[in-house]
């Protein structure tokens, strides 16, 4: 699960799963929120059965708590019988040490039938009681079942699981709390057999499964023996269906505690892809590049692509199952994976579906896909993943992408030798700290683009590679750092594609794109390889488009869509979709450029062959080029107010209806609500507001009106009018009601509120502000036009410090002159009402 499960109310409470009532945000209660969760989802718990916090008792003069209690049926949750609860769970926040004994306490003093513990980061522990014992068990039962189920259910009741990487997280904890510290390249290729292993349990004919842990196995040394003797033999029998796989002697290497407690948290879940699966990724694979694969592959300076700009890439491209595949530089077959899947979608888009005739081409393109990869345990990787996908693994080979094409493996040579493969999907390795370049004559001496050069970057031998793999008329796609489209370093490279091929697209990837893993400034280049006797042309539409949105932050956690209203929705945050769409309609003829997605002509390139897409952004005034062109600059990097931070909400809340509900002002201080204009808060006009009595309003609408109420720190934006015109809401404000005429930004980091704050108010903001308002009559905003606004962000905060500074002083001045005028407003009624001064009195 991931923070954002959990739903916040506008001042910043989270709003419990269970009563929808607002609860502190601590870490320890967005641990309990999501177990909730997870216990209603996945085990079928209905939220009138559970409880948060319960006082039970444990003996006459002494009580316990549970953090939750999941009582056998809802009718004994409101009178709290003690004698009707199923499970009590305890929970600790991330990284704090969880009190077991007061879990086996609960459970004693609850009689309930077990229990959990989890401290939310992958640690996840449960507990059965046996007589007056609480022992330690491989998983929870699910509603309705006894203990006796876990680890005896057949394989049409396993479940898809809903987070992967969370699995694995587990699944690596569990491994080191066994004392498992070997290499961490060990690890991850005994976490490729475990999971082999439970793919060859999932495709077994029988109802019972092997890859199972019963309660009593887990319970003693010998039973823990015995799980790890079937999953042994069920990797055996992957390995020895698949020698070219795996070693005839290869085995798991962990401890038979170790396998079972991986046992313990994967058996529960179908982890095979199945061909009637063509809207989803393979879970293993997935998992590889989550967990196994990027352990592998990260000392080599090479990391995984984005799956979300894998999917991009397969859609632009369009394969179908005639197509012949090749990634010379493959890791774990991402890309591989994607075409199958997006021939999959085609397949069932056509009125084929999950038929014999589908199979049968699914069957014919995986005789056509192949992946040349230097390291042994990624080919590895790669193989099992075509496997678990249903496919043949025979084209995943071990060998040098840009070594002399002789000395590629017989299969690769014989049927996608230079000239054959149709499509070339990669993502190579980029010059680095680790990698370097490739200095070596033997190799230079064969490419183009290398020419008197002591050293070349190995990603421009790789594109001058792919573009001479290619057969004519045949289509690249290929990741390559975004120095590659306007440097002289790659000015031989850009010469070679303008005269071997014609240029489809350019895309400038979002500075996140690979991140946790490194910070490189990425793009993609879309090509098609020129016919052997056609000439390049003259000119000719180039696609190009810049990302602002790819649904991570820094650190790689998702960003979700926020809706109008404020809510948090499932959807990830990117902008990839609709770049697909604009390429589409742009390769139909029909675009309608926009800011950041447009056609250019190939005439209109400069001598240095520039295909940078912030060179050519039309129809923007300086001021918004002048940020555009900040991205990449040294120390510079220019995001989307929407990814500026992880967690940054902006929105509007729901229109509300206050007619019925305005009142007279009050006398009373007691009395009705004020409800304040955007105008009310910018031109500090207090009095200037409506008295709205919210007695009056149904549950539904007062809901409505929560949603809008602001918090101390918030940033307003006008939305409608004049419209960027920005507030800043002060601790006297804090909780008031704010029309939905203001757009709320809201930043938890307050040095980087300061400066968006700073930076909202620049020409430079304004002038993109002014770009997307709308409206014939009055002008509007919407919060995605707030959100998609291009913020330029240093590497370094010191960089804007005074900004920073400027800003906050700006806060405590108005903090202060809100405070001066409540005491201003508060001495003249002390005056009228006649009381004597603290002064005139002593």
């Not at 014999?356 to 345990?377: I, K, M, N, Q, Y």
């Not at 792919?466 to 120095?483: E, H, N, Q, T, Y």
Request: charged share 30%; proline share 6%; glycine share 10%.
């Amino acid at each position: 699960m991931t923070t954002s499960d959990i739903e916040l109310a506008p001042d910043g409470r989270i709003v419990d799963f269970l009563d929808d009532v607002p609860l502190a945000d601590t870490p320890h209660e967005r641990v309990r929120q999501r177990v909730l969760r997870t216990l209603h989802a996945e085990h079928g718990h209905p939220k009138a059965a559970m409880r948060r916090d319960v006082a039970l008792a444990a003996g006459s003069r002494r009580t316990t708590r549970a953090d939750i209690v999941v009582y056998c049926s809802p009718p004994a949750r409101p009178d709290g019988d003690e004698g009707e609860i199923e499970l009590v769970v305890e929970c600790a926040a991330p990284g704090v040490a969880g009190d077991h004994d007061r879990l086996v306490a609960a459970i004693l003093a609850a009689s309930a039938g077990g229990g959990l513990w989890t401290d939310g980061d992958g640690d996840v522990r449960a507990f059965r009681r046996v007589g007056e014992r609480v022992e330690p068990a491989p998983g929870l039962p699910r509603r309705g079942e006894g203990w006796d189920a876990v680890g005896r259910r057949r394989h049409d009741q396993l479940e898809r699981p809903r987070d992967v990487r969370g699995l694995l997280r587990r699944c690596h904890n569990r491994l080191h709390g066994r004392g498992i510290d070997g290499d961490e390249d060990d690890l991850a290729m005994d976490m490729v057999r475990l999971l082999l292993a439970k793919a060859q349990d999932e495709m077994g004919a029988g109802p019972l499964r092997e890859f199972a842990c019963t309660p009593e196995e887990y319970g003693s040394a010998a039973g823990r023996r015995a799980v790890a003797g079937r999953v042994q033999r069920l990797f055996r029998a992957f390995a020895d269906a698949n020698p070219g796989v795996f070693g005839e002697h290869e085995r798991i290497g962990v401890s038979p505690a170790a396998i079972t407690e991986v046992v313990a948290v994967l058996a529960p879940y179908a982890l095979t892809t199945r061909i009637e699966d063509a809207d989803e990724w393979d879970v293993v694979g997935s998992a590889y590049e989550q967990y196994t694969a990027s352990r592998l592959k990260r000392q080599r300076g090479q990391f995984f692509t984005n799956r979300l700009l894998v999917e991009l890439m397969v859609r632009v491209l369009d394969p179908d199952a005639g197509d012949t595949v090749l990634d010379p530089a493959g890791g774990s077959g991402g890309f591989l994976t994607g075409v199958l899947r997006h021939v999959r979608r085609k397949a069932s888009a056509g009125g084929g579906g999950p038929t014999a005739a589908t199979a049968r081409g699914l069957d014919d393109l995986s005789e056509r896909l192949f992946l040349v990869e230097a390291g042994p345990r990624l080919v590895k990787i790669a193989k099992a993943a075509m496997l678990l996908s249903g496919n043949d693994h025979a084209g995943m080979t071990r060998g040098d992408g840009l070594g002399p094409y002789d000395a590629l493996d017989d299969r690769v040579r014989e049927r996608c030798g230079r000239g054959a493969p149709t499509l070339i999907l990669t993502n190579p390795p980029f010059a680095g700290q680790n990698e370097g370049l490739v200095t070596d004559p033997a190799i230079l001496r064969g490419y183009a683009v290398a020419d008197l050069l002591d050293g070349a970057p190995p990603e421009m031998l790789f594109f001058e590679r792919c573009l001479d793999w290619l057969a004519p008329g045949g289509r690249l796609g290929i990741v390559m750092p975004k120095s590659f489209l306007d440097t002289a370093t790659y000015r031989r490279a850009r010469e070679l594609l303008f005269r071997d091929a014609q240029l489809l697209a350019v895309l400038n990837c979002h500075r996140n794109t690979f991140q946790p893993d490194t910070g490189v400034r990425t793009c993609v280049v879309f090509l098609r390889k020129l016919e052997a006797r056609e000439e390049p042309p003259a000119d000719h539409d180039i696609f190009m488009a810049i990302s602002r949105k790819i649904g991570r932050d820094s650190e790689g956690r998702p960003i979700l869509r926020i809706d109008p209203d404020g809510e948090t929705t499932d959807e990830i945050d990117h902008d990839l979709d609709d770049i697909l769409a604009d390429w589409q309609r742009a390769a139909a003829g029909g675009l309608q450029s926009s800011g950041y997605r447009f056609v250019v002509r190939r005439a209109d390139l400069d001598a240095a062959l520039n295909i940078n897409p912030q060179r050519y952004l039309p129809h923007l005034n300086e001021s918004l080029r002048e940020v555009a062109e900040m991205d990449g600059r040294d120390g510079w990097a220019v995001t989307s107010l929407s990814q500026i931070e992880h967690g940054v909400a902006i929105f509007k809340g729901p229109r509300l209806r206050t007619e019925p509900l305005i009142v007279e002002r009050p006398d009373d201080a007691a009395a009705p609500e004020p409800y304040y204009t955007p105008s009310a808060v910018l031109q500090d006009r207090h009095e200037s507001v409506k008295w709205l009595d919210l007695a009056r309003a149904g549950a539904g609408a007062r809901r409505r009106f929560e949603k809008v109420r602001v918090q101390a720190g918030d940033l307003l934006v006008t939305r409608s009018g004049s419209i960027g015109r920005v507030a800043y809401v002060t601790s006297r404000l804090h909780g008031a009601i704010v029309s939905d005429d203001a757009i709320r930004v809201r930043i938890a980091d307050e040095d980087l509120r300061a400066y968006v704050f700073a930076y909202l108010q620049s020409a430079h903001a304004q002038a993109q502000l002014r770009r997307n308002e709308y409206g014939a009559v009055q002008q509007h905003l919407e919060p995605h036009h707030v959100g998609d606004l291009l913020v330029p962000i240093p590497d370094d905060r010191r960089r804007v410090q005074a900004a920073i500074a400027a800003a906050k002083e700006h806060f405590a001045s108005k903090e202060e002159a809100e405070a001066a005028s409540a005491r201003m407003a508060g001495a003249i009624a002390q005056a009228i009402r006649g009381d004597e001064p603290a002064a005139l009195a002593a």
